[in-house]
């Protein structure tokens, strides 16, 4: 197994490639970097991975500093907008791509396509195709780097599938498979699933079972929904259908996990980062789990979302050696590394690629899952999706689900009110 100096020595041609391409932009000089961060990505292991990534940087870089800071997602947002209105933001900092435009449309991400261009092909080369062009929204515009990311996952309870009588040695292949066994899980007295109405991610991974990133998200030109009614309806009786079959509770709760530790509740749709906790349960008292595709309505076809985060670079006089800092740390070998250490799937397809990396069986899935997912809200960076958008969808699917709706009644209305949002 290679250890972290080997991974870096792989490396070492492309990234002395980036050193050469950037030497003219950022010479030594007395800076200090701010760079926020996710609040878990500062804590724990991942924390240490980063100071050594800012070792590694700063040592090469006389005269910088980087202050790492930790905050949650929300007030990552917060704080990014607040400071472009003040002029005190952070000079790198992470985020995800779906609050892009708002984040473009306040000043705070600066247009790094110049600084980017002037890279190598290697370093360029190394991202995945759909996270690098969600960063571009217009000819010579790239708002972001494109970092960590995730595909929707189906955690399976094996110990709960065992007691409904179904046999978890082969995946379901298909909705239909999957519906059946969701009723067979019912019928032993256990739940199947979270309520998947209740947060706009879990509705989406349920639409993609049956549509895709083309018939979902935004006609940012019209100013119309691009969901598609037909699927909708379809996608409304699933909910419909999964009524009685549900904990209740969102894809998000604790109280969803506790039912999936503590074998009661057989399918979880979500990301990776519910693993951890899984593994703990696994080690600590014995949970039988699993994770797989969600499978689609046909073989072969996928369900579920997918979803990147990204490095931004504030506008002002520290963009430049901020860029080389984000470029740095984006770079293959210290993605692999951090690929390695969380099990993460990430954006840089040549870290995924690693045979050390490519091996582990989460990062495997999540490459699946990501390459046959749909994009949780494209297109990114154009326009801010109004707040008014996510809460008509989970409105009309929870209200069609309680009955209040014919699934295609639930759909027309849905899109109507959708479409009235997003010409406000």
């Not at 701010?34 to 590694?56: H, N, P, R």
């Not at 995924?352 to 999540?366: F, N, Q, R, T």
């Not at 994009?375 to 008014?388: E, G, K, L, W």
Request: with cysteine; charged share 20%.
């Amino acid at each position: 197994m290679k250890t972290h100096s080997t991974l870096r020595s792989g490396a070492a041609g492309i990234a002395a490639l980036v050193a050469m391409s950037m030497a003219g932009i950022a010479a030594a000089q007395d800076v200090t970097l701010e760079y926020w961060v996710y609040s878990d990505f500062a804590q724990g292991e991942a924390l240490a991975l980063q100071q050594d990534f800012i070792k590694e940087f700063t040592a090469a870089h006389p005269g910088v500093t980087v202050n790492i800071v930790g905050k949650g997602d929300d007030d990552l947002t917060a704080g990014q907008v607040a400071g472009a209105a003040s002029g005190n933001l952070p000079d790198v900092f992470m985020n995800a791509q779906s609050v892009g435009a708002q984040l473009v449309e306040v000043g705070a991400l600066d247009n790094l396509y110049s600084k980017w261009m002037a890279m190598p092909e290697a370093f360029r080369a190394q991202f995945d195709e759909s996270a690098l062009a969600a960063c571009m929204p217009r000819p010579e515009e790239l708002y972001c780097l494109p970092y960590t990311g995730f595909g929707s996952l189906l955690y399976r309870n094996l110990t709960v599938l065992e007691k409904a009588g179904i046999d978890a040695s082969v995946p379901p292949a298909s909705w239909a498979d999957w519906y059946a066994q969701m009723q067979a899980v019912k019928a032993a007295g256990l739940y199947a699933i979270p309520d998947e109405t209740l947060v706009f991610n879990s509705i989406a991974e349920i639409y993609a079972t049956s549509g895709s990133t083309e018939t979902w998200g935004f006609d940012w030109e019209n100013r119309k929904t691009r969901i598609d009614p037909a699927i909708m309806t379809k996608v409304l009786q699933k909910f419909v259908d999964m009524k009685d079959l549900n904990t209740g509770t969102s894809r998000n709760d604790q109280a969803t996990k506790d039912l999936f530790i503590s074998d009661q509740l057989a399918f979880h749709t979500v990301g990776p980062w519910v693993n951890p906790t899984y593994a703990e349960a696994a080690k600590a008292s014995g949970l039988k789990y699993d994770f797989v595709l969600i499978p689609g309505d046909e073989p072969g076809k996928t369900g579920g979302i997918r979803s990147y985060e990204m490095i931004g670079v504030a506008p002002g006089p520290n963009a430049e050696i901020a860029f080389e800092f984000a470029a740095f740390i984006t770079e293959k070998a210290q993605m692999a590394r951090w690929a390695k250490l969380l099990s993460r799937y990430n954006a840089n397809a040549a870290a995924m690629a690693d045979p050390d990396v490519s091996a582990l069986p989460l990062i495997k899935v999540s490459v699946d899952a990501a390459h046959g997912a749909m994009d949780v809200a494209a297109p990114y960076f154009i326009d801010s999706v109004p707040s008014c958008y996510n809460a008509t969808v989970i409105d009309f699917a929870s209200a069609t689900a309680d009955g209040e709706y014919t699934p295609e009644e639930g759909a027309k209305a849905m899109i109507e009110e959708l479409n009235a949002c997003l010409a406000q």
